[in-house]
Every structure is written in structure tokens, then in C-alpha cells.
T-cell receptor, first 114, second 114 residues
Framework: KAGVTQTPRYLIKTRGQQVTLSCSPI?????VSWYQQTPGQGLQFLFE???????NKGNFPGRFSGRQFSNSRSEMNVSTLELGDSALYLC?????????????FGSGTRLTVV | AQSVSQHNHHVILSEAASLELGCNYS??????LFWYVQYPGQHLQLLLK??????LVKGIKGFEAEFIKSKFSFNLRKPSVQWSDTAEYFC????????????FGGGTRLMVKP
């Protein structure tokens, strides 16, 4: 079956702009989580969506937001980009929230802010 | 808030050597534990997970991990590494009531010399 699909794979934006990243989970998976990966801070949890509702949120400013659609696809948005937002953004999907299954990660979107 | 420590940032081994990567977490309640691997240029993949029961967990590719509750540790082991095990390894913790929010350690880069 198809894995977690993230688009686009690469993105270059200018400071002050906004960006939207997309994640299509594995078919049947209803939970989508987002993570930011940087060399300095490692992997940090951004937020989790389950059945179109935000279930958990990490310690990121309000410039980072997300949503989930009825087909479980999710988008995250970063407004007023800063240089420090340059990172690999990873999406992970699972069948349910807090369940016994693992999480399947996508290949990520590499965002560069110049 | 919970935290995860991986004390070995870089490990270099020769093929056939034994591997043990340390992982310690701080959280007072019940946790679920994971080890993920990221091969060069690839996405994060689940190696193994612990939810309850036998504290010795076996995963894919000959890896295993032991949960020692009294030491808040979940160390990853492999008796004999191969060159193809060269990758970055991440330990992650999920508190029992935290939905799908994973807290990751900083990662350990393993290089296996042929």
C-alpha cells in the first residue's frame, strides 16, 4: 500500500512569506502528526490531528498552524517565515491516536528560508 | 515535560562488533517507547516498540531493546552489526496519555566500517 506522501519535497521561501505543506496519510489512517527536524534541535513535535481535530500541540509559536480534512489529509502552514524555520518537516500517520500501532513517517518536506 | 537523552552522539564500529545504544527518559508516569532508524537519504522507520509485557523487545533486522523501568532506560542492542546498519538511530517516548505525541532523543549516528 502507498506510504505517507508529503508534498512538495523541497521548498525555498523568503523571510516574511508564508508556506503550506501537505501530507497524505496511509489509506485508513486517521491520525496525522507533524514534526520539525533540525540539526540543532533534533526532532520536535509540532501537532497532531485526529478526525479533523487538533489533539496535541507542541511548543511552537502561533505562526505554525495546521488542519486536517475529512479524508484525513493534513496541511500545515507557517506564516511570516523566519530563517530559523529552515528545517525538514516530517509527517507521520497512524490508525488511531494513542493506540498500540506505530507511526509511519513520510520522507518530509525540506524548507529553506532565505 | 518529558525528555529523552541519547548520550552517544556518534558511534563507530567494525562489522561483526556488538552494538548497544543508550536511551534514558525522564517521565514519572507510564510510557510507551520506540526506536526509529533513519538510513542515509531515507525516511524514519520503526525498529521496535514497547507498550507493556516482556521488557525485552525484539524488532526488525536483528535489533532488540530492553526496558528497565527502575533506570528509566530503553537501550537498543544488536549482537553483530553490518555495514548496512550505518544510519542514525532515534529513541522516542510517548506518555500513556499523550495521544500520538512523541518526544525524541537527539539521535545517535552509527557508522559501521566494512
Amino acid at each position: 500500500k502507498a506510504g505517507v506522501t508529503q508534498t512538495p519535497r523541497y521548498l525555498i521561501k523568503t523571510r516574511g512569506q508564508q508556506v503550506t505543506l501537505s501530507c497524505s496519510p496511509i489509506s485508513g489512517h486517521r491520525s496525522v502528526s507533524w514534526y520539525q527536524q533540525t540539526p540543532g534541535q533534533g526532532l520536535q513535535f509540532l501537532f497532531e490531528y485526529f478526525s479533523e481535530t487538533q489533539r496535541n500541540k507542541g511548543n511552537f509559536p502561533g505562526r505554525f498552524s495546521g488542519r486536517q480534512f475529512s479524508n484525513s489529509r493534513s496541511e500545515m502552514n507557517v506564516s511570516t517565515l523566519e530563517l530559523g524555520d529552515s528545517a525538514l518537516y516530517l509527517c507521520a500517520s497512524s490508525l488511531e491516536t494513542g493506540g498500540l500501532g506505530g507511526y509511519t513517517f513520510g520522507s518530509g518536506t525540506r524548507l529553506t528560508v532565505v | 515535560a518529558q525528555s529523552v537523552s541519547q548520550h552517544n552522539h556518534h558511534v563507530i564500529l567494525s562489522e561483526a562488533a556488538s552494538l548497544e545504544l543508550g536511551c534514558n527518559y525522564s517521565y514519572g508516569g507510564t510510557v510507551n517507547l520506540f526506536w526509529y532508524v533513519q538510513y542515509p537519504g531515507q525516511h524514519l522507520q520503526l525498529l521496535l516498540k514497547y507498550f507493556s509485557g516482556d521488557p525485552l523487545v525484539k524488532g526488525i533486522k536483528g535489533f532488540e531493546a530492553e526496558f528497565i523501568k527502575s533506570k528509566f532506560s530503553f537501550n537498543l542492542r544488536k549482537p553483530s552489526v553490518q555495514w548496512s546498519d550505518t544510519a542514525e538511530y532515534f529513541c522516542a517516548v510517548r506518555p500513556d496519555n499523550a495521544g500520538n505525541m512523541l518526544t525524541f532523543g537527539g539521535g545517535t549516528r552509527l557508522m559501521v566500517k566494512p
